[in-house]
């Protein structure tokens, strides 16, 4: 990965030959940070992400459905990454999920990694 310097943020200086691991150090990097759009920088334009809530899924597709979810969500989001298991272009792990003035929500999250971007994510409850 080429160092990040004044002139070049975290998501320029990443390159697209980094593996999952790498690009979602990134992401939990730039997210928790409070850079929600360097964050989505680092999904691809038809990204689709699946949310188990109770017993329904929603399924959101394309960068702006997926990236907007991201965005707007409340400020102090962080997602904490705990256990990772790295299955070559898909990274897996239990994920802390901390907003101010909620309850923190554990999460199993899988997020598919192609050619450096997020072209998948799928988040459920523990």
């Not at 320029?12 to 992401?27: D, K, L, N, Q, S």
């Not at 680092?42 to 990236?67: A, F, I, N, Y």
């Not at 907007?68 to 256990?83: A, H, T, V, Y």
């Amino acid at each position: 990965m080429t160092p990040p310097s004044a002139d070049c943020p975290v998501a320029v200086a990443y390159t697209a030959g980094m593996g999952a691991v790498e690009t979602m150090e990134v992401f939990f990097e730039l997210l928790n940070a409070g850079d929600r759009e360097g964050a989505v920088a680092l999904m691809d334009e038809r990204t689709e992400m699946r949310v188990h809530v109770g017993d329904s899924v929603q399924t959101l597709r394309g960068v702006e459905r997926v990236g907007g979810w991201f965005l707007r969500s409340d400020r102090g989001l962080k997602m904490i990454p705990g256990e990772v298991r790295d299955t070559g272009n898909t990274y897996e792990a239990d994920i802390l999920v901390v907003r101010p003035g909620a309850t923190s929500q554990h999460l199993d999250a899988t997020f598919r990694v192609e050619a450096g971007k997020i072209t998948s994510i799928n988040l459920a409850p523990r």
